[in-house]
C-alpha cells in the first residue's frame, strides 16, 4: 500500500533515504529541510542536498527555522501524512509535529543505539575506534535519540576505513532499511524493542579544537582521528612551510614504526607520536585540493 510520506532531512545521508521512500512506490507529498547556507568564498546560497533532491523529483520543499510559529504546524498538519521520515534534518521536533502523522515519525540513525546518540554519529564510531556501527530505523520521541527501534542493521568498521567510506555504506544500508520498514508499519506488524538503558553515549558536533591532530596521542589513536575526521572536517597539524605556520589536512594515514620528539618530521616523511609514528598519505593545503603525501613532501621543506 502507498503511504503519504512527508519527509524531513538535509545532507547527502539523506538522499539515498527519500530516493528509496519514493521507489518503493510511497508518496512523498512534502520535503522538509534546513534554509539554504552560505557557502563557499562567495558566501553564495545554496540548497542543501534533500532540497536539491526533491525539487528534481518535483516534491514541494519547505524550510521552516523551526516548528514555533502556529503557522508552520499548521501548514504539516495539512500534509495529512501517514508518516514522517526523518534523517540528519537537524532540528528536534516538538510533541505537536511528533504526533501529527497518524503512524507517527520514523527517524533513520546511523549509530547502534544507544551508543553515539546526537548530531555526529559516524564520526564519532570511528575516531572512538569503534569495530563495528550500524543503522536504525526508531520511533521518534521528544528526547534526543531515545525512541523504540523497530530495525537495525549491524556494520563492521575496518581499520583503515574513514568517515567518508563508512557515511556511503550506512547511507545505502539505511535507504533499504527504512524502506522495508514502511510496509510492516502500515501493516501494523513492525515491532518496536526500548532501547536499553546501558552504554548511553553521545556524538556531540565536531569542535575546531578537536581536529588538531596531539602527537603526544599514540599512533593508533591519531589513525582514528584522522579517519574519523576524514573527508571533512580534516584533521590537521600545523607546519611552518618557510611562510609560517601553515594548517596541513591529513585526509588519510597510517601507523608505522618510528621514535622522536611527539610532533617532528621524521626522515621518509612520518611524524613521530607518542609511541610509534604516523605516515601520511594525502593531504591538503589550505586552498587547494588532497594530493598524495609523496608529492607534498617534495614540494615543501619544512622550516627547523
Known sequence: MSLRVVFMGTPAFAVPVMEAVAEAGHAIVAAYTRAPAATGRGLKQRPSPVHQAAEGRGIPVLTPPNFRDPADRAGFEAREADVAVVVAYGLLLPKPIL??????????????????????????????????????????????????????????????????????????????????????????????????????????????????????????????????????????????????????????????????????????????CADGAYRPLLVQRPGKGPIEADAFWRGVKPAA
Request: hydrophobic content about 40%; charged content about 25%; some cysteine.
Open 99 to 272: 504526533d501529527a502523522p497518524r503512524l507517527g515519525c520514523l527517524n533513520l540513525h546511523a549509530s547502534l543505539l544507544p551508543r553515539w546518540r546526537g548530531a555526529a554519529p559516524i564520526h564519532r564510531a570511528v575516531m572512538a575506534g569503534d569495530a563495528e556501527t550500524g543503522v536504525a530505523v526508531m520511533r521518534m520521541e521528544e528526547g534526543l535519540d531515545t525512541g523504540p527501534i523497530g530495525l537495525e542493521t549491524r556494520i563492521p568498521i575496518g581499520r583503515d576505513q574513514t568517515t567518508g567510506d563508512l557515511h556511503d555504506i550506512l547511507a545505502a544500508e539505511g535507504a533499504r532499511l527504512m524502506a522495508e520498514a514502511l510496509g510492516p508499519l502500515e501493516a501494523g506488524t513492525l515491532a518496536f524493542r526500548p532501547q536499553p538503558e546501558d552504554g548511553v553515549t553521545y556524538a556531540r558536533k565536531i569542535g575546531n579544537e578537536e581536529a588538531r591532530i596531539d602527537w603526544s596521542q599514540p599512533a593508533g589513536r591519531v589513525h582514528d582521528l584522522v579517519r574519523g575526521l576524514s573527508p571533512a572536517p580534516g584533521a590537521y597539524v600545523e607546519l611552518d612551510l618557510g611562510r609560517g605556520p601553515e594548517r596541513i589536512k591529513i585526509l588519510r594515514g597510517k601507523p608505522e614504526a618510528g621514535s622522536g620528539e611527539p610532533g617532528t618530521v621524521l626522515p621518509g616523511g612520518l611524524i613521530a
